[in-house]
């Protein structure tokens, strides 16, 4: 466990962060709530705002913002430059955020052949079945990107998903009002 | 085919758009749409699935040993999910018919971790604040950052409860998110003492908390039965897997199905042949597909899965304390089927009970510590591999070739199964508190918590990819050209 604690008292007002998932799994969220406990004192230091944890449903002025996941239809680019606008601080977080992560493997295939295959040629599909095409439903991009190919990115936190213990270490420096750093062991590419 | 509500019979400009978007409080990626006249009768509500991402055509090509690790990334808050459905049916490709005793049981102990992890996070962090402040509550204090300020014991206790599911799948699996521990044929680590020790020292602490959230959600529907058995409800089929014997079994065993007034449909299915029971239905507002039961059709033919499902479709539940529950909650229901859409939450908590005493009773197992791990056999073609994932029924089913590389991948993930069901929730609610009443945003949370019910995993019911007839360019921040979507 990462030996980073916070001080109670520092700073007068609480800092509000915003956290979004892309193109991603949730498992950089997963890895988030994997500080376990010590999520009851960072709610002393921080309050949040749009999150898949909370009721929010569009980004205030933060002054953290957290992007798992890349970006792979109009949707994401939308929310993404929202949190740009909003936020002082913008993390990419997670291999997915950082460089497409798995979900890029699909930028070697043309995006007409899979939805073929899903949607009209795949095993035990009912007769007759086409590709979805409702206007409700965002316009997907051919490839998937790394969010800092859309906008300015202010830290990377690389892993398939960072630790809890490297969120943690991320988030009480940079609460603390200094540049993060990772420490040995909580650095990791998977 | 179409459902009521599902399509405004007259589409048109004066029906009124109101979108819930997106969906909050679940994982995944959702949003609800609400079409309203102008005495504000609802004539349409759909939730759509907007996320694609194609796993089942990019898994093709890759050789087959990857598998268990790349699906995983489908979903990061039940990974072990897809890690052991994805081994299992790689199991029959190698032949391996019969896993080593310590093998299957580190399997289980990975997989019970999971499903104590995923229920506490559901129920604790994500429906709790609806049920203890109120649908209608202040949007600022219903998350569980408002929960720990109110109640921080049950706060504190859920996120314990999720923390000792994690560290047994960090045990199990050699991370707590997206481990590796599973292969095709068996596992490629055992329990060493100090972890078993470690494990145990918690786990009757864990088996108490337990048994307190079972009460405190039973209390709940005691308390308000007009609220808790009508809200949402509506009658339809339940389907999951049992032991073979028809005890609650959530690693392995046969497909059984119940109809709505609980005679048996089918039972002691093999899930190889899982397709020749169910095919899925596309529709065009949503990228996630309807199955149902072939012989049913689609109108008559869908289901329910998950916790609801499971705890009624099984006879018994082999732990103790939690089938003490099951019939407690069997004669709340009056012995009939319960129906009601926040049944789910009172039956997850009977599962992470019994998924807590089921912890308990491997680490006492000494296979844990075994050092037989894996095994092979004759190389097959095709496998299917099923597991009772939190949320429900999940198939996981692949074709490998000689080369060892995957050419076939199709699956349908426990979400997906309860796609028509969510669907169905969601327009019984509007019926039932929006239709003709001035929308607000509590009212609109009501649709939201007949959504959180089913705990839907939108992020891995979505692994497939749409099309779309507009074109969009995406410019990056310099304003260069970077993509361009797809287009028709
Ligand atoms: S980086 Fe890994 S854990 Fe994070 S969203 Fe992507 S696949 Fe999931």
Redesign the interface.
């Known amino acids: 466990m990462s030996s980073e604690t916070l001080d109670a008292g520092m700073t007068p007002r609480k800092l509000k962060v915003a956290t979004v998932?892309l193109?991603?799994?949730?498992?950089?969220?997963?890895?988030f709530?994997?500080i376990?406990?010590r999520?009851?004192p960072l709610?002393e230091r921080v309050?949040?705002d749009r999150s898949?944890?909370?009721?929010?449903?569009h980004c205030g002025p933060c002054d953290i913002g957290l992007i798992e996941g890349g970006?792979?239809?109009?949707?994401n680019?939308h929310v993404l430059r929202e949190f740009r606008a909003n936020c002082k601080v913008l993390i990419a977080l997670g291999a997915c955020a950082v460089n497409g992560?798995?979900?890029a493997?699909?930028n070697h295939?043309e995006?007409?052949?899979?939805?073929q295959?899903?949607?009209r040629t795949?095993?035990?599909?009912?007769e007759g079945?086409?590709?979805?095409?409702?206007?409700?439903?965002?316009?997907?991009?051919?490839?998937v990107?790394a969010v800092h190919?859309?906008?300015?990115i202010d830290y990377f936190l690389p892993g398939?998903?960072p630790?809890?213990d490297a969120i943690w270490a991320f988030l009480t420096q940079l609460i603390k009002g200094r540049a993060p750093t990772l420490g040995h062991g909580l650095l990791q590419y998977? | 085919m179409s459902f009521e509500l599902e399509t405004a019979a007259v589409a048109g400009e004066n029906l009124r758009r109101v979108a819930i978007d997106p969906v909050s409080r679940v994982e995944g990626h959702g949003k609800v749409t609400i079409l309203l006249d102008e005495h504000n009768k609802v004539h349409q509500v759909r939730l759509h699935i907007v996320e694609f991402r194609g796993f089942e055509r990019f898994i093709q090509g890759r050789p087959y040993w990857e598998v268990p690790v790349m699906v995983q990334r489908l979903c990061g808050i039940c990974p072990v999910s897809h890690h052991l459905a994805a081994s299992k049916a790689l199991d029959v490709i190698v032949g391996a018919d019969r896993l080593t005793p310590t093998a299957e049981k580190m399997r289980r102990l990975m997989h019970y971790g999971q499903i104590l992890q995923s229920h506490a996070l559901h129920f604790f962090h994500l429906s709790s604040p609806d049920l203890l402040f109120g649908f209608d509550s202040e949007v600022s204090r219903r998350n569980i950052v408002g929960v720990a300020e109110k109640y921080p014991d049950i706060a504190r206790r859920g996120i314990l409860l999720r923390k000792y599911g994690q560290e047994v799948i960090r045990h199990t699996a050699g991370k707590r998110v997206h481990g590796t521990g599973s292969v095709p044929g068996g596992v490629n680590k055992s329990l060493t003492a100090a972890e078993r020790a470690e494990l145990l020292k918690d786990v009757y602490q864990m088996i108490a908390w337990s048994r307190d959230a079972v009460k405190i959600i039973k209390e709940l529907h005691e308390q308000n039965p007009a609220l808790y058995d009508r809200f949402g409800t509506f009658p339809s089929n339940f389907m999951g897997m049992v032991a073979p014997d028809g005890s609650l079994d959530l690693y392995h065993g046969v497909l059984r199905a119940k109809d709505a007034a609980g005679n048996i449909l089918f039972d002691h299915v093999d899930y190889q042949t899982y397709d020749t029971l169910i095919t899925e239905e596309v529709k065009p507002w949503s990228y996630m597909k309807f199955p149902y039961f072939t012989s049913m059709g689609p109108e008559q033919g869908w289901y329910r899965v998950g916790p609801l499902a499971r705890v009624q479709n099984c006879d018994s539940i082999p732990t103790p304390f939690a089938e003490h529950e099951r019939r407690e909650f069997v004669a709340y229901a009056g012995g009939k089927p319960m129906h009601a859409t926040l049944g789910y939450h009172w039956a997850r908590m009977i599962e992470m009970l019994f998924a807590a005493e089921t912890i308990k009773e491997l680490l006492h197992d000494d296979a844990l510590a075994g050092s037989d791990l894996v095994v092979a056999g004759e190389r097959r073609h095709e496998g299917v591999g099923v597991i009772e994932a939190p949320r429900g029924t999940l198939f996981h089913h692949y074709q490998v070739g000689d080369d060892d590389l995957v050419t076939m991948a199709n699956l349908i993930v426990s979400t997906t199964n309860n796609n028509q069901a969510m669907n169905s929730a969601v327009r019984e609610v509007a019926k039932q508190y929006l239709d003709g009443k001035e929308i607000t945003e509590g009212l609109l949370n009501h649709i939201e918590v007949a959504i959180r019910a089913y705990d839907p995993c939108l992020s891995c019911a979505t692994h497939a990819l749409g099309k779309m007839p507009l074109e969009v360019t995406l410019l990056d921040a310099g304003g260069r050209m970077l993509d361009r979507k797809y287009k028709s």
């Not at chain 1, 079945?129 to 490839?143: A, F, G, K, T």
């Open positions: 998932s193109a991603g799994c949730f498992g950089c969220h997963m890895s709530l994997d376990d406990e999520i009851l709610l309050e949040f898949p944890i909370t009721d929010i449903k970006v792979c239809n109009a949707e680019v992560g798995l979900p493997q699909r295939l995006l007409a052949d899979i939805l295959q899903v949607y795949g095993h035990g599909l009912a079945s086409q590709i979805p095409n409702d206007p409700e439903l965002p316009l997907p991009l051919n490839q990107h190919e859309v906008v300015r398939c998903p630790s809890g998977d």
